[in-house]
């Protein structure tokens, strides 16, 4: 089962940021935390991953709290484009541990 | 930005026909996986693939399942008698070595058994 713990569904204003919570409070020492999106029925697109500190990349910014119980997505400028399944999946940093996806958070960007 | 390709973007097959899912992972990646997503549901890993053998499976990889790398680009999904219960959409992915790094997935193949 999933350790993650996600809102089932988030709306956001086009042009607004979109923050998507996520709770991990038993994630471990060596577990990272990975965000995906789902638009439709494609494939899993990686956003971006961390494991204590604070990331960023030009998709969205990773905020985890300093007791890494939990994160949040963000996504600065959100379009209609970033409607989608949200996924917030702990893995271990350890050979080749699969991912073990939830039921994530459906954001839909209104106009 | 290199990509995983998956064909047939759609297959149709008889119950108790044998399937082959094509994958051709990203060239550089050591490590491929499959997974699967029925129709409204989470998706679910199915096998893990690491120097040409099984890394990790789940309970849903049984004897009909199988993978394969026959030549050093593709990595195959096959399904020797399908049933109803085989209509999925199949994701192919794959991850450089370190351990860390994420995997990246294709489009999919959807599969029809009628």
């Known amino acids: 089962d999933a350790k993650t713990t996600q809102p089932p569904s988030m709306d956001c204003a086009e042009g607004r940021a979109a923050n998507l919570p996520c709770n991990h409070s038993?994630?471990?020492?060596?577990?990272?935390v990975y965000w995906y999106r789902q638009i439709h029925s494609q494939g899993p697109q990686y956003i971006i991953h961390?494991?204590?500190n604070n990331e960023t990349n030009e998709m969205a910014s990773l905020i985890i709290t300093e007791d890494r119980k939990s994160s949040t997505l963000i996504l600065p400028h959100a379009t209609l484009r970033d409607t989608a399944v949200y996924y917030c999946?702990?893995?271990?940093?350890?050979?080749?541990?699969?991912?073990?996806f939830g039921k994530g958070t459906r954001l839909s960007v209104i106009a | 930005e290199p990509e995983v390709t998956q064909t047939p973007s759609h297959q149709v097959t008889q119950m108790g026909q044998e399937v082959i899912l094509r994958c051709v992972p990203i060239?550089?990646?050591?490590?491929f996986y499959w997974y699967r997503q029925i129709l409204g549901q989470k998706v679910e890993f199915l096998v893990s693939?690491?120097?040409?053998?099984?890394?990790?499976k789940s309970e849903i990889f049984d004897d009909q399942f199988s993978v394969e790398r026959p030549d050093g680009s593709n990595f195959t999904l096959k399904i020797r008698s399908t049933k109803l219960e085989d209509s999925a959409m199949y994701f192919c992915?794959?991850?450089?070595?370190?351990?860390?790094?994420?995997?990246?997935f294709g489009d999919g193949t959807r599969l029809s058994i009628l």
């Open positions: 992915a794959s991850r450089i070595g370190l351990s860390n790094q994420p995997q990246h």
């Open positions: 961390g494991l204590k």
């Open positions: 038993t994630i471990s020492g060596n577990e990272y």
């Open positions: 693939f690491y120097n040409n053998e099984i890394s990790e």
């Open positions: 999946i702990v893995r271990l940093d350890s050979g080749n541990t699969p991912l073990v």
């Open positions: 060239s550089n990646h050591l490590y």
